[in-house]
């Protein structure tokens, strides 16, 4: 058992699949490095966790691991920036669900301690490309903080990818949904007392501030604040330290939601979902708030709305002057993510906005941009290699890197295939020694 025990602990300690100390050189690949130009029969060369060179003219160490692209594309990581993957398991099942807590407001709480490494959506998804997700918590108006993480990882603090967010479910003045049997009375006055909560919480956390700043400033006049776990979660947000993600749709949510951060003097605010984005974006251009807009395949919210209009939503805020990043907004189908980009890119935005949109948009967004979003020199070696465009469905995925190292190829699916491809048991095993 302690043996076991220690095994367990040096694992923990060196961190995930030990990075191979020899450089990887990816040769004689077409190169997208989203930032800088496209490189065609080029180089990328890999050490540790880093990419140590890029090129037409790369010096290929004697003691390189040599992997040959030709006709192959290499596309830094994908970004997801909203799903609840790690978090979920089965949505039909409580036993696989940790992304909430009990109450309305937990902003204490935080998404990165609940993750499950070993969820079977997170291989499904790394091996489509999408190597780093925004993982959210969901129920209540405040219900944590969402982490941004890598795919790969024995533990959540290894995985984490260094942002964190307060999120906020703002409150609707909408329906929930069909089912929603209330009067148009009894929706606004639930709607006032959502933000009536909503405000004397933050002005709370004003005041905690306030009173917490005096005594840093001099602990002997001042008094140290009575500590409250949900008030103190919200100091970083109230002091600009913090993003503050706002999750809001509905058209009229928005305008609100919008009058709201700019009443709060809030300074670090990203809306998210935004379906509704589209009818109002000259004033969230005007705020300047950027947008996690999506899901993009989806239907109109609503039924007089054209068909496209969720497929054209990021290509609309983006020509108003929003900056947008893509999120899927799922869990087990975060894998979709590629696809989500290329209706955005059918739908007016454009290959190359939408490849940004996950890749080095959200990586700025999130303050990771000097370790993730592009291929570039120095930055960490998070990228996967395609025959095709990786928003074509036909598109393969041959290798995933994350962080240097070399993810298996494998996932649910792929081990659901093989399993299933030969039925009859025992011919697999017969047909092999055959081929010996």
């Not at 039909?92 to 902003?107: H, N, V, Y």
């Not at 260094?162 to 906020?168: I, K, N, P, Q, V």
């Not at 004397?200 to 776990?229: K, M």
């Not at 004033?283 to 609503?302: D, H, M, N, W, Y």
Request: hydrophobic share 40%; charged share 25%; with cysteine.
């Amino acid at each position: 058992m302690k043996i076991i025990l220690s095994l367990v602990l040096w694992a923990a300690a060196v961190g995930p699949t030990a990075v191979p100390d020899e450089p990887i050189a990816l040769t004689n690949a077409r190169i997208i490095t989203v930032t800088g130009d496209t490189l065609t029969d080029a180089t990328l060369l890999m050490q540790a966790v880093r990419i140590v060179a890029l090129g037409s003219n790369v010096d290929i160490p004697d003691d390189t691991r040599i992997i040959d692209c030709s006709g192959l594309t290499i596309y830094p990581g994908l970004i997801d920036t909203g799903t609840q993957l790690g978090l979920v398991e089965v949505s039909s099942l409580p036993e696989t669900r940790d992304a909430s807590e009990l109450g309305d407001l937990s902003p204490q709480m935080k998404a990165l301690t609940a993750v499950n490494p070993n969820g079977v959506a997170i291989p499904v998804t790394r091996v489509s490309g999408v190597t780093t997700v925004l993982t959210e918590p969901s129920g209540g108006m405040l219900p944590g903080q969402s982490a941004l993480i890598n795919l790969h990882g024995y533990t959540p603090t290894q995985m984490y990818a260094g942002f964190s967010a307060m999120t906020l479910a703002f409150p609707s003045t909408g329906r929930r949904g069909r089912f929603d049997q209330r009067s148009d009375e009894d929706i606004k006055k639930a709607t006032d007392r959502a933000l009536k909560k909503l405000n004397d919480t933050f002005d709370s956390a004003e005041l905690y501030h306030r009173i917490d700043s005096t005594y840093r400033a001099d602990p002997e006049e001042g008094r140290r604040p009575e500590y409250v776990p949900s008030i103190d979660a919200l100091l970083p947000v109230v002091r600009s330290e913090q993003t503050l993600i706002i999750r809001v749709n509905a058209a009229k949510d928005i305008l609100a939601a919008v009058d709201w951060v700019k009443d709060r003097k809030l300074e670090k605010v990203i809306f998210s979902g935004v379906a509704e984005g589209w009818r109002v974006a000259d004033k969230i251009a005007e705020s300047g708030i950027p947008c996690l807009v999506g899901p993009v395949l989806s239907i109109p919210t609503r039924d007089s709305d054209r068909y496209d209009k969720a497929y054209r939503n990021a290509a609309l805020l983006h020509e108003a002057g929003v900056k947008i990043a893509l999120r899927s907004g799922e869990t087990e189908n975060a894998r979709n993510l590629p696809y989500n980009a290329g209706f955005a890119a059918a739908y007016g935005l454009g290959a190359g906005e939408a490849l940004r949109a996950i890749t080095i948009v959200p990586a700025q967004l999130f303050g990771v941009a000097d370790e993730r979003g592009s291929l570039e020199v120095g930055k960490e070696a998070t990228l996967f290699v395609t025959d095709g465009d990786p928003f074509e469905t036909k598109t393969q995925v041959h290798h995933v890197f994350i962080g240097g190292y070399e993810v298996p190829m494998e996932s649910r699916h792929t081990l659901l295939y093989e399993e299933f491809l030969i039925r009859e048991p025992g011919l697999k095993k017969h047909r092999q020694n055959d081929d010996q």
